[in-house]
């Protein structure tokens, strides 16, 4: 005896989520606070400090400049850039860095299909044959959102005692193709030097207002 059914069975494809995501909405994103630091160390604002980022590097160098600004609002007021002082004089070097990475969308996204399909019992034993042109069509029309990870790095040492006194990064995801890299990478530069924690290692997710650029 031959038994025809049909039948509907539904998969869903988990997401594989992120560290942390942004919030792309009303110029808000998801940012990370973290730092290390040498509790031992008395941290002096007069002390003759320059900033240094690779000269290879444009984007670091460039955003060296509005470090500089950003700590003598912290009342760092004896703060250079490379040159700016005579490297004998120097106490404090603080090293910059800027990064940018595509995120890989494919591991970030969702989808949900129906496979449908006929099987003959024939003898107790199933053979099916299952049609999943839907699902396929239904993979085309999944949007996978594209987005970008931001961090800016300050590792600062103090050159007398040959010491690395202060580890400090910042970090931030936000969907590609809403805000320039400007707006993002300066927004988070200064959030990272505003928080800055010169007693204890300190680590947390905020959110922040993206400054306009």
Known sequence: MTKFFSFVSSVILLCVPYFFMACASNGNMKAEYYSTVLPTYDFDTNAPTIIISDPWDLSSKYYAGQALEAFK??????????????????????????????????????????????????????????????????????????????????????????????????????ESGIYSDLRVLTTLLNDTITRMEFRRPVQYIYHSSLAEH
């Open 73 to 174: 609002k912290r009342g760092f007021n004896n703060i250079y850039l490379q040159g700016q002082i005579e490297q004998s004089f120097v106490r404090n070097v603080i090293y910059v860095k800027v990064t940018k990475e595509r995120l890989d969308p494919s591991s970030n996204y969702q989808y949900t299909f129906n496979a449908t399909g006929v099987c003959n019992v024939i003898n107790g034993v199933p053979s099916c044959s299952i049609d999943t042109r839907n699902s396929e069509a239904s993979q085309q029309n999944v949007k996978r959102t594209i987005r970008d990870a931001y961090k800016v790095t300050f590792d600062w040492y103090d050159i007398y005692k040959r010491t690395r006194i202060l580890y400090v990064a910042g970090s931030a995801t936000v």
